[in-house]
């Protein structure tokens, strides 16, 4: 028998009686625990689960290369890392452990953890411990010393002292507490055993080691040492257990549920908003109950971490508004918990009348309607919690009650009345082209090559209508073919669906995509992000499957072909806002990106650019609702504007939606730095850079003018 | 308790007008219709008082409206909103459209139905008369309070305490026992949503329509409809207040003439 050690070294029976006793008993709480998570769970809606191979694939990859848990702090991404790994080193080696002493020993009779197998073992184990100590400290540091704005637990949605966040606060300190002890114990078990017995292979247990020689070195030998090997033996096992039975009710159920969630999340969540069954009962449509949460969902909530990347990214938030994405999932999670988990078992079986009803009470509407839908807490978490799609559920329950935010309603009546949000008369809405020297073809009477959707903003709000002019006339230029709906085209509704009004938005999207079908051409290009999201992704739902693109990447792919040529390089110094639906919910970052760099505009990023970019807030139904913003602070638009204005001096802020076209022309305006710098429709540069007569600012101006 | 709750298709003129070729009417195809916003208040505050008897046996919310049956659009978003049963009364033209004859043909269904209360919206944002509700409470037998901008009803004594709006910001507070007619001023409350789904279901729902004869003389005759000419600009009138008001008259006999 070569290199090894007794597992019980120095204990008693009677004491490695009491230890499997210990055993036992912590893993039924464990078990019993999990159980209760799961009946939690099940008390949710069904759905129907596919691809569970490919789920776990992906998870496993999220989990283990930390690309998620990593973005926008490095810091808590590389504590995080070294805790994960090292804390599954030593659960890994604890397991083989197990293994070695009670399976293979009493039923094989043979050992395994032995020999060079062993001082394998404990330079991993050792490496493990170290990491794990390490990334404890870092992580510590960056929650207690650097204090990161985003962890504190301050709600931006409710007054101070309305609630009481001490109970979280309390489980980061008992989890970090726990991990520390167990890895400090951990070390100092080994050391005073290689103190005591002195083996010839100490050193490959190089932590165990260092303390070993400093124990000797101080006369630490002998009985005193065993002593103290033999207290923190229990010490450690006893915390170990202790750890195990509490991970199903302590801020260590993410390490189930975050994994899990990971695994079934729904990868379209918020992108692909679900259509309402068309037989569904009042109570049925959206949520109001916190059983009307998905299963996963209801899952999801438990895996929050409270990191809070949701808040920090969330614009509302930002702005005053009385929305915390995290906060919204804290305060559904202990819902949940209290009427269907844990603690209701505890609270006298059944107790009747638990209210599960959580809209209105729990979940204010003022919070629901805050919301943009803008993505930026789906897209930052780390754990895959999906707050859009159950903000818009909650949101839809609210508009089958007919409570609804009061300009928010009048909105609905007018696009139920006339198709668009501005109360046109549909006859107006090709009026835009009137302006033009050229026609813009009817696609309803003759077929074209592309089928421009305008929607509501380009084709109604004076200032887009020049821009709706522009790509007219850049795409006359290039001598592309295409046509408009004219009077034929609705308000896509991509923001009344956002808003919760699914029958709305089902009858908007039935009548464009009827008018649409019927129409002759190849393909549908828009030039509103949100036309073109809910076009390409959401029509099919409903019958309506063509290849959509974005204006953006419709002028690239003509810039990159040789039919549009740029024979002005613009050489103007600007930033470029990405839009929520063009980059967040489809990925288009780069066209608009290479479009700029083709005209030779000068492109300087903003902080927060791509998947970080910060919503104008006129998303998901805002722009038709009063602000709710807090006394005393600054609209996201104004805030972005500061962003730009901090890069120094810039030419123009380059947009490519109507909507912000609208928000940061006003927010240009009101943030102060009016002559600062101007805002600019991608479209425009495009159209000034071809060097043709209307095609320069001043002529823009000139024509604007003399009209 | 039974509320019914009188409503209105109203009409709203678009950019461009032009009259009929009968002379007497608008051509209906530069109108967009909708439901009158004073009956909207009014079907609200019927729902509200509804819910807040919720538990009760037999509560019900009828609507009631006179026209053909594009009106039907109007009940159909009462349905949406929530009333549970419309009625719609055979019209009878531009002839019969005085508030009179309106209110004749509301009167048959109120003696049918013996509803506990009768709401109406003060007037309509068409005719702009509001004085169909009053009317009807006259033909109806039944004590009425106009331009009422709160009610707090009492079941155990059948009684409602009631605000109505006077003129210069002044409130009347009363107490009206039921059944009575209140008619309903805008801003009494905020008006739920009907959201598209209800309306779609709305659709599949029955609308009774009944023949309510009116017998009776008329309110008035609508004799010609036009768009005043645009003459050379003002005429400015003098001051003395019996002259101008004996001149207005003159140029009104002119016109109609």
Known sequence: MGETRSVFWGLSRAEIVVWYGLIVVSTAIFAVGVAMLVSKYRAGRREPLRDLGQRALRMLHIVFSHTWIRRRDRVAGLGHAMVFYGFLVLFAGTTILGIDTDITKPIFHT?????????????????????????????GANRWIRRVPRLDYRRPDRAQGEYDRGLYRAGDVVFVTTLFTLAITGFFLEGTWLAVTHPSFADWSFVGWVLMELFRSAGFTGHAAELSHHVIWWVHGVAAEAFVASIPFTKAVHMLAAPANVALRDTDAGKRLVALPADAEPDQVG??????????????LDACTKCGKCTDACPAAAAGYPLSPRDLILDLREAAEATLGAHSFLRAAGAPGLDREVLGTTIRAETLWSCTQCMACVEICPVGIEHVPIINQFRRQLVERGELEPMLQSSFETLFKAGNSFGEPKRKRGRWTDGLDFEVKDIRKEPAELLWFVGDYASFDPRSQRVSQALATVLHHAGVDFGIL???????GCDVRRAGEEGLYATLAEANIAAINACDFERVFSSDPHSFHTLKNEYPAFGGDWNVVHHSELLLELVESGRLIPRRRLGYRATYHDPCMLGRYNGVFEAPRRLLAAIGVDLVEMPRNRDNSLCCGAGGGRIWMKEQRAEGSRRTSEQRIDEATALGRLDYFVVACPKDVTMYSDAIKTSGHEGEIELREITELVLESLGIPGGSESEVAETRAGR | MKTVVCVKQVAALGDEVEIDDSGRDVDHDYLESSLNEWDVFALEEALRLKESLDGQDGHEVVVVTVGDEECEQALRRCLAMGADRAIRVEAGGIDESDPLTTARRLAGIIGREVPDLVLCGVQSSDAVQAATGVMLAELAGLPRVAVVTSVHYDATSAKAQVHRELEGGLLDEVEVGMPALLTIQTGINEPRYANLRAIKQANAKEIEVVNVPSEGPRAYTVRKMFVPEKGDGAEMLGSDAAVVAARIAEIVRARLS
């Open chain 1, 111 to 139: 050992n395994f953890w032995t020999g060079p197998f062993y001082l394998a073992f404990k330079v991993a184990l050792d490496l493990g411990g170290l990491f794990l100590l390490a990334g404890l400290v870092l992580l």
């Open chain 1, 287 to 300: 949520y109001s109950l916190v059983t009307d949460l998905l299963r996963h969902q209801l899952l999801s």
């Open chain 1, 486 to 492: 004219r009077d034929g085209e609705r308000s896509a």
